[in-house]
């Protein structure tokens, strides 16, 4: 007999979720009440990245005069990068609506989704009217929502989530971005470059980061021309006739500031979306960081499941959520799911782009694992010199004895795709002779990586040997 699976939400975990299990073979209904594609396709990862590409264009036209090229008379145009930013997004919707419709076995239902029981599900039609649908099994896939501070003021007019800032159809004049995650730096870095003056107040610094890593991040956002301020907290927002004040204070030290801008973006993380599900009412435990599952994302409820940003791992990453729905429909059609979650890349994508996989030396140390650790700075790449971009470095941590590949960090151009090598490294268990062995083609960004993987065994070819100490 077929399998029958709910799943609620169309987002990356629950439409990736609908799709893996309808190849397995299972009857699918899959649930959603906006558009597919969830928070990432509509409200985050792609609107964030199209724009992200105008800021990249923009800061080239302005240092154009560093490759030789005179441009004069350029102007940003507000609608057209919203309209551009809407075509992108309705793009990739209409390809997932003809992907989940080329699926036979895929029901797709618009509408708002309740929890009866450990088998049915509810739904509230889009189009009026209700819906029960019965079913073996139970996915959750709702997503999560921008969460405001509770720094007083929060409610005054002009103060946005990233959700709003998204939907702006002109460039702020100036922008102040409280939040130094993921989020905050995003949309600080791209905001400064579309022609924002931004201000940052960040309690820290990409916090998940390797500390070398997020305090290398402060003084190029500085050399950006983001007015930074780090270990500080906004404590209040007032209006101050057109514009907006914020009071913050620093955590360490009895000092306050006042900026005053025409936005104020709360970039303070997201929320669990679980509001009418019903969640109580059927027995599943949850708390302020989302619904409790175990290692197979099972949760207090057998057979009812949770992935992505609503369940309590607290790793807000789409293609995470991807993953996990895939490894969840697999466990669910009897199959073992042969991928790796332990070991994911995380990106953030500012002028000087940043990302990471596997572990961090902080946690090297917590853990009490002996390693080895090389760098090599992008200044000493042919590639990364011609494009103009020298900054940052790539950080490659490796056992001790063995040298396996343990973590990655790069800072510098483009270092979100080169990131997928050490993705590569850490999930399959290489050492650093598999990369040293590889060769790596030149003149190209990559080289950086590799020869941070050569220093493991002090056999870089562009870096120096370190001196010895004279006795």
């Excluded at 990736?16 to 699918?28: E, M, S, T």
């Excluded at 790793?315 to 429909?329: C, D, F, K, P, R």
């Excluded at 003149?443 to 010895?468: C, W, Y």
């Amino acid at each position: 007999m077929k399998k029958r699976i709910a799943v609620l939400g169309a987002g990356p975990g629950g439409y990736v979720a609908a799709i893996r299990a309808a190849q397995l073979g299972a009857d699918v209904t899959l649930i959603e009440n906006r558009e597919v594609g969830g928070t990432c396709l509509n409200r985050g990862c792609i609107p964030t990245k199209t724009y992200f590409r105008n800021a990249e264009i923009m800061s080239t036209i302005r240092r154009s005069e560093e490759f030789g090229i005179s441009i004069d008379g350029y102007s940003i145009d507000g609608k057209a990068l919203q309209e551009r930013k809407q075509k992108v997004v309705s793009t990739l919707v209409g390809g997932i609506e003809s992907l989940i419709s080329s699926y036979s076995n895929i029901e797709f239902i618009p509408g708002t989704a309740t929890l009866k029981d450990k088998n049915t599900v509810s739904v509230e039609l889009l189009a009026g009217g209700n819906k029960e649908v019965v079913v073996d099994n139970i996915v959750i896939a709702t997503g999560s929502f921008p969460q405001m501070t509770e720094t007083k003021g929060v409610d005054l007019e002009g103060v946005i989530t990233s959700d709003d800032l998204l939907e702006l159809d002109h460039i702020p004049e100036t922008l102040i971005v409280v939040g130094g995650g993921v989020i905050g730096l995003e949309f600080a870095s791209i905001y400064q470059e579309l022609g924002s003056h931004v201000i940052l107040l960040a309690s820290r610094i990409l916090k998940d980061a390797d500390k070398e890593i997020s305090k290398r991040v402060t003084p190029l956002l500085k050399k950006q021309g983001i007015e930074t301020y780090v270990d500080i907290r906004a404590k209040e927002i007032t209006k101050e006739g057109d514009k907006l004040k914020v009071l913050a204070k620093y955590k360490e030290k009895d000092e306050e500031i006042e900026v005053v801008g025409d936005y104020v973006l709360i970039a303070s993380g997201r929320g669990p979306l679980v509001d009418g599900l019903n969640l109580e009412g059927v027995g599943i435990d949850y708390d302020g960081r989302g619904i409790k599952v175990n290692d197979d994302f099972e949760t207090s409820v057998e057979g009812i499941y949770a992935i992505g940003d609503v369940n309590s791992k607290g790793i807000q990453l789409a293609h995470v959520a991807s993953a996990q729905g895939e490894y969840v429909v697999e466990k669910i059609m009897g199959h073992e799911p042969d991928i790796v979650l332990e070991h994911f890349p995380s990106c953030t994508f500012m002028m000087t782009e940043a990302a990471q996989v596997g572990f961090t030396e902080e946690q090297l140390k917590e853990k009490g694992i002996e390693y080895k650790v090389s760098k090599f700075n992008f200044a000493a790449n042919g590639k990364a010199l011609s494009l103009g971009e020298t900054d940052g470095i790539v950080k490659v941590l490796a056992g001790k004895e063995d040298q396996k590949i343990l973590g990655v960090h790069i800072l510098g151009p483009h270092a979100n795709d080169l990131i997928h090598e050490g993705a590569l490294a850490v999930s399959n268990n290489m050492d650093a002779g598999d990369i040293i062995r590889t060769i790596h083609a030149h003149p190209t960004l990559s080289e950086a990586f590799s020869e941070a993987v050569m220093g493991i065994n002090d056999q870089a070819i562009h870096i120096a040997p370190k001196r010895k100490r004279k006795r």
